[in-house]
């Protein structure tokens, strides 16, 4: 089994400040669609914040200076901003004791109302979420998994992130405003990003492989949440904080600029420390990822060729691979991981050094008296707020680097042209059949498949397709419902260009049942009912007859009611192809393609079916693909084909008439073969 990737699984280019651009303005096309919550959630955020900032240090200076220290409130809120001269007016006259009182309550209301009192960590990242300057709020409402390295549990919370800075009773309708726009976010991405590659066309899925795909789905998308967190809490938020911490420094401590010099200073500092890893977090965490998909792709591909794995003795071979991978991801995420911890010491480092200066720098301006005891405390939460916004911008760049990666692969797959489903006419019920002139088709890498095709199929008709392993059977027959497009030549149905009906108006009218059996993990009679959903009991049970599936249904424990997704393993090949015949069957259309329809069934089966398919063939088109004679001999029209190209037609007859025939001499080298 080759383990050979992708052209998009390879070395993923690094992504380029336009790229970056881009992917930004795709995802500000999605959180539109949410613009109310979006606001809301803002308004919340700015309530909290403004309230945060404005009035939560003072009172601690309140308690400090006139309750512990004992000095008296002046009437005209000197050394307080304009805003507190109310609250000081109401206190001026009021005792020690009645003052903490008084404080007491006001706290006890701003707790059930909002949670004002801080609980965590100045700037602290968890989960993808930032948690703004001073942190949260005492009860803050968040929700999520025990949470360990591992990518699984780390998404599952980063597709349901959600939070308040508040808490209380705001804080729960914060969060849950939040949560809905997480989840819809998350949502609307998965889901649109699942369509889509279910829609890509066939060249194109068989180069995307499936563990990568299903790795973009489910673990690449959340980072579109991730970030809108970033600038909603992160950016805005923190920015919001520095305007209003600013101001009130300002306006309150003009006296002492070098304080507010030391707090602006820890931005550039901090920057400085860590915006050398941005670029590095980023590469990191792609090619962590491609790492990850690499390894999600491996199980898949194991899990899906487990029996030809055992057959063929490759257990250890495929243990072996599997063991590669998975250390090569694990490899790539230690990487990623110490490239973090790196920039976070170097933020910390930043932080601390910081708080140093601004402690020696206020100190002195306590002790020769030009501000207070309490100021001192106001000071340092505002110097705190300072240091931590810039903390965790620090935190936020590096961090969208990395969300960046995540989303640019979702916009990737999304950018992959689908097939025109919107595009094209609508189609009446097929009348004539098909037809094609001078048709030709080359793959995307160049290998020819089909050359100078003219052909003819017509409703009431059943034709066959013949030829050697390789000759272009199966790229002709998709072809009629639009899986392939020819390259040159026309392809139409009752005279219009197939290129011009649009593919659901198109694919409603073919009933294509593969050679590989494809089934769901749903009830054998939905299976047999995926095309027709109307089709009642007794029709399913007449095309299983047909099909020669009923018997060894009607032996099953639960008959049609049996789910495949816990049996089909242990159904034959035989088996499954019956299913799948009857699934073709039963669907209400004019054009009915069978490709080795008989290859994994009885000879009596065989004979039931090859019945079936001539009664079908009064109101529809059957096409055939086989090898097997006696499926073959009875078809209105064969079509021999070599190397890509027509080489014989006519009825089974007509071609073993000529002497030196290609179609007659296949018949008489396969009747040597049995």
Known sequence: MSSTPSNDQQHEQEI?????????????????????????????????????????PWPLKIVVDHVILGEPIAADGTGYPSYMEPILLFLSDKTSQEIMSWILVIGIMMVILIGMTPNRGA????????TGAAAGALGAPSAELAQGHDTATQTENASNAAHSEMGGLFGILEFNIHLRLSQSLNHLLRSELADHIKSL???????????????????DTTSASGIYQAL??????????????????????????????????????????????????????????????????????????????????????????????????????????????LFGHAGSMAFLTGQIVFFLVIAGYVID???????????????????????????????????????ARVFGLLDLPSERFADGIQIPAIQQGV????????????????????????????????????????????????????????????????KDISVPSLREQVAYVFQETQLFSDSIADNIRYGNPAASMQEVQAVARTAGAHDFISALPEGYKTNLGTITSKLSVGQKQRISIA??????????????PTSALDPETESYLIDALHHAAEKKLVVIIAHRLSTITHADRIYFL????????????????????RYRNYVELQAGRN
């Open 123 to 130: 700037g602290r990242k968890e989960t993808g979420r930032y």
């Open 642 to 661: 070599e190397n890509g190209m027509i080489k014989e037609s006519g009825s089974h007859e007509a071609l073993m008439s000529a002497q030196d025939g």
């Open 232 to 341: 909603t809490l992160g950016l805005y938020g923190g920015i919001l904080m520095i305007c209003l911490t600013l101001y009130v420094m300002f306006t309150s401590f003009g006296s002492a600029p070098e304080v507010i010099a030391v707090g602006i200073l820890v931005g550039p500092l901090t920057f400085l420390f860590v915006i050398p890893f941005a670029r590095l977090a980023r590469r990191k965490s792609q090619a962590s990822r491609l790492a990850g998909s690499e390894t999600t792709s491996n199980i898949e591909e194991g899990m899906a060729n487990v029996l030809a794995v055992q057959s063929l003795g490759g257990n250890k071979r495929e243990s072996e691979r599997f063991a590669a991978a998975s250390n090569e991801s694990f490899r790539k995420f230690r990487s990623e991981t110490l490239v973090k911890l």
């Open 435 to 498: 037809k094609m002139e001078q048709v030709a088709l080359t793959y995307p890498d160049g290998r020819v498949a089909l050359q100078n095709i003219n052909l003819e199929a017509r409703l009431g008709e059943i034709v066959a397709l013949v030829g050697p392993t390789g000759a272009g059977k199966t790229s002709l027959a998709y072809l009629i419902p639009s899986f392939l497009q020819a390259s040159a030549g026309k392809v139409s149905i009752d005279g219009v260009d197939v």
């Open 583 to 596: 699934r073709g069957l039963l669907k209400e259309s004019r054009i009915l393609i069978l490709d080795e």
């Open 369 to 407: 008296g030009t501000f207070t005891a309490g100021d001192y405390f106001v000071l340092f939460y505002y110097f705190f707020v300072l240091s931590a916004v810039f903390y965790s911008f620090g935190f936020l760049y590096t961090e969208l680097q990395v969300f960046i990666a995540g989303l």
């Open 16 to 56: 380029t400040f336009r790229q970056t651009m881009q992917v930004f303005g795709k995802l500000l096309s999605y959180l539109s669609l949410f613009k109310a919550r979006i606001f809301t959630k803002l308004g919340f955020m700015t309530f909290e914040h403004v309230l945060r900032i404005l009035l939560l």
């Open 201 to 219: 066309p066939i060249t194109t899925l068989d180069e995307q492989r499936i563990g990568d795909s299903v790795y973009r789905v489910i673990y």
